[in-house]
């Protein structure tokens, strides 16, 4: 009789501990991927910050004027369109880098250098980090809208 009720015993456990690997799995399989960086997969292409993947509509005219305007202020002193200044040439990076990849690298610079590994690669080739030059999520938005202009230039 206590060798069957060990039997018994010993079965549950042995039960519970497969039953409690498979739900470890699927909490496994349903969690993001990390990198070695630390980021996810989501974060690697939308980039790290406040600006979560989103779709764009038309160009949207008056942004884009509003956004060569703050681009005059805030970004030309590091930026030109077709060439290397202090930071990567412009021209097409709206092809290269998704929107939300762009805007979160405007307004989310400091974490963007130190945990993105393609920012991290940059940094390595043009050597000055960029940084904050406060701009508003509004401002950013317009900012993408004027560099989507630069795609065929």
Known sequence: MIRK????????????????????????????????????????????????????????????EKGHAVFDVKCVACHKVNERLVGPPLAGVTVKRSPSFIMNMILNPEEMVKKHPEVKAMLAEFY??????????????????????????
Not at 15 to 37: F, I, Q, R, W, Y
């Open 5 to 64: 009720l060990g039997m018994v015993l010993f079965t549950a456990i042995i039960l519970m501990n497969c039953g409690g690997g498979e739900k470890e799995t699927a909490k496994e399989a349903s969690a993001p991927k990390v990198n070695p960086d630390g980021i996810t997969e989501n974060q690697l292409k939308n980039g790290i910050g406040p600006i979560a993947a989103f779709t764009l509509e038309p160009l949207d005219q008056v942004l884009v």
């Open 128 to 153: 000055v980090p960029m940084t904050f030059q406060n701009v508003t999520e509004e401002d950013a938005r317009a900012i993408l809208e004027y560099l989507r202009t630069l795609e065929k230039i």
